[in-house]
């Protein structure tokens, strides 16, 4: 089965940068897109980024536009999300996701709008942003 493992969280001051890793396994990369999500203490989730099979299918929410890269290694069956110039309101835990057929449709329209669009689902790692 497909399953997705997020790692790389943890504390970092206001400006600092993390750079999170997403593991997908029961599945490659050449086939499915993933995206980002990341919910708040007493927020809605919300998408992040998110990248596709091609390395032009790439869409960064505008809260993190210029701050955020998001990359993958498809040797390593994995994504990545490199944040800097991370500011509290960044607090968040954050989540890799797909679809059960890795779309890049659904995954964009999940990032975009709505992430219950989405199945397939990491555990987590959260994110604190704080001085």
């Known amino acids: 089965q497909v399953q997705l493992v997020e790692s790389g969280g943890g504390l970092v001051q206001p400006g600092g940068s993390l750079r999170l890793s997403c593991v997908l396994s029961?599945?490659?990369?050449?086939?499915?897109?993933i995206g980002w999500f990341r919910q708040a203490p007493g927020e809605k989730r919300e998408g992040v980024s998110c990248i596709g099979r091609n390395d032009d299918d790439i869409y960064y929410a505008q809260s993190v536009k210029g701050r955020f890269t998001i990359s993958r290694d498809k040797a390593k069956n994995t994504v990545y999300l490199q944040m800097n110039s991370l500011k509290p309101w960044d607090t968040a835990v954050y989540y890799c996701a797909t679809d059960s057929k890795g779309e890049w449709s659904k995954v964009l329209a999940a990032t975009r709008l709505y992430p219950g669009y989405l199945d397939i689902w990491g555990p987590g790692t959260p994110v604190t942003v704080s001085s």
């Open positions: 029961g599945a490659t990369l050449d086939v499915n897109a």
